[in-house]
């Protein structure tokens, strides 16, 4: 076995070690099964000679002991079962568990670069399979295994000849199943890489549905759908038909298994080295020791789907997360003082996209900043949320320097509304106070009555009661920004960072927000990105970026007399 299969091995273990009273337990019971099973075919053949020998006070009790053998075995089967599905189930849940907080610990650079439809494959589907592979593994292999042993002895209790016979043709069945599995886990794996991309894709077409009607794209992605489906098909098919090979082979091998013990133990009963009774058993551990051979390469096939999607699961928690900074200190915000200086920051390291950017803002400033698409307006508000790290240069904020601070607190400094509006599956009560989880209803319905979405509320059925959601139809783009903005009304931060806040908006009521917003940014530093000119007009500080640059700044009438890039952006938008 390869080094790497041993190290995913030891991660499962792992997972399986808090469970380890569960395991023994488990272990016990197949025992007790297996133990019951193997004595019932001595039973049958000592009933065998009774009824020979005309012994039938013999036979009753070896009837009675065998209807007993059974209830006992049919219950540790049933408690070991229930022991089983306790323990796999408990294993998947520990480790979703554990995908989905490492994923919440994810730097957002990795949430942005991969396929949310093959993040959620990861978390989910394959931890399924992982659930099914060591259900499998707990119920079948342990009592096969423990069978097959229990068996052999038996059958060199009853006749050594006959047992050797078996022991010399066994290591055929063995390695078949190996060399099959070794073939059968890389397909595994690739099939369930071709599923994560396919949940992707389904995932990234359904959010865009719309989108893709509107532009009768359909056809396009009926083709790009049937490609990726072919290849998961394609991976699918091979597993199977790998995995579905060592059934039939394990079976050939039990067939030889079988035809040696019928012959050996037929010539040894007409010899009379064993009565007709002992052929009986003989026969019955025959067909009772190769039956597991079957049931395990089912297991093998089944396991090793299993380690594939593990695998896919251990590679995903493997990914680097966010360092822990809990330990660094709070930020404190007094006056909101920013500074950028030197800063430079690269998606990807083959290609710089902010050079050397300083920026001062003084306490209380309002600070837009615009520019063309792709330019680097939203950029420079990630670095400032530390939702990505510069390569160099720093931001500090009242003279802290942002990466010495923990990021909670500093998220926390910030009010943020951005262009892209999200609501969880919940109430809009539960919506709104998203940052302020412990707000009294007084101060959720203040929120809601300076962003304007009162009167949409009160025309609910359920009012703040109404269950929402970022897919719900009955609430348009417009209200769901509404309702992204009393967030920030309520938890009334300390700075500011609106992000086209106001984009999915009517004009009128546009009006009313960008009072709210002039209110609540009275005094503190807040940072404004926006496509339409006119709502920045008023902005203490304009910064016009291009190509990850401030190449102009100033006030609107600086800027405007100077007849630069800005002067011309806004000419574009106010041709009169």
Do not use: C
Not at 256 to 279: D, E, K, R
């Amino acid at each position: 076995m390869k080094s790497a299969d041993l190290s995913l091995l030891r991660r499962v273990y792992e997972y399986i070690k808090p469970y380890r009273l569960r395991l023994v337990l488990s272990l016990v019971f197949a025992a007790i099964s297996v133990a019951f099973t193997i004595i019932f075919p001595l039973m049958t053949g000592k009933a065998v000679d009774a009824i020979v020998s005309g012994d039938g006070k013999l036979f009753i009790i070896l009837i009675v002991a065998m209807a007993v053998s059974a209830i006992l075995t049919s219950l540790s089967q049933y408690l070991m079962n229930r022991v089983n599905n306790s323990m796999a189930y408990g294993i998947s849940r520990d480790i979703r568990k554990d995908a989905f907080s490492h994923l919440e610990r994810m730097p957002l650079s990795y949430v942005d670069s991969h396929p949310h439809g093959d993040i959620v494959s990861r978390i989910i589907t394959d931890a399924d399979q992982v659930s099914d592979g060591l259900l499998m593994g707990f119920t079948q292999l342990f009592t096969g295994v423990i069978t097959i042993l229990g068996t052999l002895v038996a059958m060199f209790v009853v006749n050594w000849i006959v047992a050797l016979v078996v022991l010399f043709v066994t290591p055929l069945s063995l390695f078949a199943a190996s060399f099959i599995a070794r073939k059968t886990f890389s397909l595994f794996y690739k099939q369930s890489e071709a599923r994560g991309v396919q949940t992707a894709f389904i995932d990234e077409m359904i959010t865009g549905a719309s989108v893709v009607s509107a532009y009768g794209h359909e056809k396009a992605n009926q083709e790009k759908f049937d490609r990726i489906n072919k290849e998961w098909a394609g991976y699918s098919l091979l597993a199977t038909f790998y995995s579905s090979l060592t059934n039939p082979v394990t079976r050939f091998v039990n067939s030889l298994v079988y035809t040696g013990v019928a012959l050996s133990g037929g010539i040894s009963a007409l010899a009379g080295m064993m009565s007709v009774g002992g052929l009986a058993s003989i026969l019955s551990y025959a067909s009772q020791y190769t039956k597991p051979f079957n049931e395990i390469s089912g297991v093998v096939t089944e396991l090793q789907n299993s380690l594939a999607s593990a695998k896919r699961i251990f590679d995903f928690l493997e990914e680097k997360e966010e360092s822990d900074d809990s330990a660094l200190p709070d930020l404190s915000v007094s006056e909101g003082r920013v500074d950028i200086s030197n800063l430079r920051f690269s998606y990807t390291p083959d290609r710089e996209f902010i050079k050397n950017l300083s920026i001062s803002v003084k306490s209380g400033m309002k600070v837009a900043i615009v520019g063309p698409t792709g330019s680097g307006k939203t950029t420079i508000i990630n670095l400032l949320m530390r939702f990505y790290d510069p390569d160099s240069g720093s931001i500090t904020i009242d003279g802290q320097n942002i990466a010495a601070v923990n990021r909670t607190s500093l998220r926390k400094s910030f009010g943020m509304v951005l262009q892209d509006t999200w609501l969880k599956h919940g109430t809009i009560r539960e919506n709104i106070a998203l940052g302020k989880p412990d707000a009294r209803d007084d101060e959720i319905r203040k929120a809601a009555a300076l962003s304007h979405i009162d009167s949409f509320i009160a025309s609910l059925p359920e009012g703040y009661d109404e269950i929402v959601s970022d897919d719900s139809d009955g609430i348009s783009a417009g209200q769901k920004q509404l309702i992204s903005i009393s967030r920030i009304m309520l938890t009334d931060p300390v700075m500011l960072i609106l992000d086209e806040a106001t984009s999915s908006i009517d004009t009128r009521t546009e009006l009313m927000i960008q009072e709210a917003f002039m209110r609540l940014m009275e005094g503190r530093t807040s940072f404004i990105v926006a496509h339409r000119l006119s709502t920045i007009r008023n902005a203490d500080l304009i910064l016009v970026v291009k190509d990850g640059d401030v190449i102009e700044s100033g006030t609107h009438d600086s800027l405007m007399e100077k007849g630069g890039f800005y002067s011309s952006l806004y000419r574009s938008q106010f041709s009169s």
